[in-house]
């Protein structure tokens, strides 16, 4: 249930950007090369509104799409540039001898790459886009018994499976450039939900009960209530900074379900654009 959650959230949290990118890259084609694309939706408003003597709008309309290329290619890169910084800082502050324990104790999970920083507060997230890795802390290390330990690796261990940090900064990144389109938001709110759900489901199948991800989140959560790096680290999965209260319902009772409404206004107001353009289009050839 959780793994199709996961995918209809992503299919949409991707999948509507991914369809307006590839009308606006028609449209900025069709304005700036004369490209003869039928049936765009953008060249259907900007087709409409010359008609009817709106071409300050048109202008407009090619100011928001050069924007919107300019100002997610922007975030994306930001983004890069703050996690190569951050690995750096973690990179000096590593217990290599740590690290390499851990990825040899761990081999067998597709070897993970670690870092172990010298660090006295407890810290576990993973962090990366193109190349994630696992980020411990000895304080962290030094917390956990041995089962809590296997059951925090297994989490984050899914995590860098499936390339969360990338998959949840796309999601973002969207969500931030396309604000007429709220449902995005919300959308990447419950994805980053669902994943951390998944990923403890991955922690208690794997050690066979929720004792050791339960006391791990509880003892963390403790001693840290705002994980380190949280705010600098932008592109991470952070093992106790996503939705602490559904996780720990989840984990006391496995058998109740969580419910992920998406609110009333942003499903209206997004398929309220969608129309628009529907009765944009219709007219348009009618």
């Known amino acids: 249930m959780w793994r199709a959650r996961s995918k209809l959230l992503f299919t949409v949290g991707f999948g509507i950007p991914l369809l307006v990118f590839m009308q606006m890259f028609m449209y900025a084609m069709y304005k700036i090369f004369g490209w003869d694309i039928p049936f765009n939706l953008l060249w259907l408003c900007n087709h409409w509104m010359s008609r009817l003597g709106w071409l300050s709008v048109g202008h407009f309309l090619l100011a928001l799409v050069l924007l919107t290329f300019a100002g997610t290619g922007w975030l994306l890169t930001v983004r890069m540039i703050k996690t190569r910084a951050a690995v750096r ?52 290390l030094t917390m956990l018994d041995a089962e809590e330990e296997t059951a925090v690796v297994y989490h984050e261990v899914h995590h860098l499976w499936h390339r969360d940090p990338l998959k949840t900064t796309l999601l973002s990144v969207f969500a931030i450039m396309m604000p007429y389109i709220p449902v995005l938001k919300h959308t990447s709110k419950h994805y980053n939900i669902v994943r951390e ?90």
């Open 197 to 286: 759900i998944l990923a403890d489901n991955e922690a208690v199948e794997r050690t066979g009960n929720v004792a050791g991800i339960g006391s791990a989140l509880l003892k963390l959560l403790r001693a840290c209530p705002e994980p380190w790096g949280a705010k600098e680290l932008t592109v991470q999965s952070s093992f106790a900074d996503t939705s602490v209260n559904v996780r720990i319902s989840r984990l006391l009772d496995p058998e109740k379900d969580v419910t992920l409404r998406l609110p009333r206004y942003a499903v209206l107001m997004s398929a309220t654009v969608f129309l628009l353009l529907s009765i944009l289009f219709v007219w348009s050839i009618g």
């Open 89 to 140: 800082k973690l990179r000096s502050m590593e217990v290599r001898a740590l690290s390499r324990e851990l990825e040899s104790r761990y081999l067998h999970l597709g070897q993970p790459r670690f870092i172990v920083v010298d660090k006295s507060s407890p810290v576990a997230f993973t962090i990366g886009l193109w190349k994630p890795c696992i980020v411990l802390s000895t304080g962290l």
